[in-house]
């Protein structure tokens, strides 16, 4: 069942991440999030367990365009000419993440409009960019269009991103 056909709680969501930690456990790895709309969601459910540091290195919480270019490098020029929910600048975004967490071994990042407002014919509200990279592999990009409430759209992006990491993490 993909993130789109599910039904969405906190408990999805957390159960989500403890798998993903059980995973990064596993395969001895280490994962940092860059987010936009779900404004650290992610990272706050990897937490939420006792213990999870042995495999969280952190999360970026980047909502300006600012805080992208600044923190984690993302050029002026690709948001400029795609914007910030794009393949191109998630991408750049879980780059950046890597980049700046050297022991993580991969890395998720999330753009979206989760409204209520700010959607456009090119970008309704719900559509949500992801990217995860892999320390020495290629990154992978990903677009969702979720449906419901600010709170929906984040929570679905949220359990996306879960699944995305552990596609990854094989």
Not at 77 to 87: D, M
Not at 125 to 153: C, H, M, P, Y
Request: glycine fraction near 10%; include cysteine.
């Amino acid at each position: 069942m993909s993130a789109a056909d599910a039904s969405f709680s906190e408990f999805s969501v957390l159960a989500a991440a403890e798998r993903t930690l059980s995973r990064l456990r596993q395969v001895k790895g280490h994962v940092v999030t860059a987010e936009s709309c779900t404004g650290g969601l992610v990272a706050a459910m990897l937490t939420h367990f006792p213990g999870s540091s042995d495999v969280t290195e952190g999360g970026f919480v980047t909502y300006s365009n600012t805080m992208k270019q600044k923190v984690l490098g993302v050029p002026a020029k690709v948001l400029e000419k795609h914007g910030a929910v794009s393949a191109q600048t998630v991408e750049k975004m879980a780059e950046g993440a890597l980049k700046a967490s050297p022991v993580a071994s991969v890395s998720v990042a999330i753009s979206g409009i989760a409204g209520p407002d700010g959607g456009t014919a090119e970008k309704p509200i719900g559509l949500v960019w992801f990217a995860t990279a892999v320390r020495n592999d290629a990154v992978i990009s990903d677009k969702q269009v979720f449906s419901g409430s600010r709170e929906d759209v984040r929570a679905q992006a949220a359990l996306h991103a879960f699944e995305l990491i552990l596609q990854r993490l094989g």
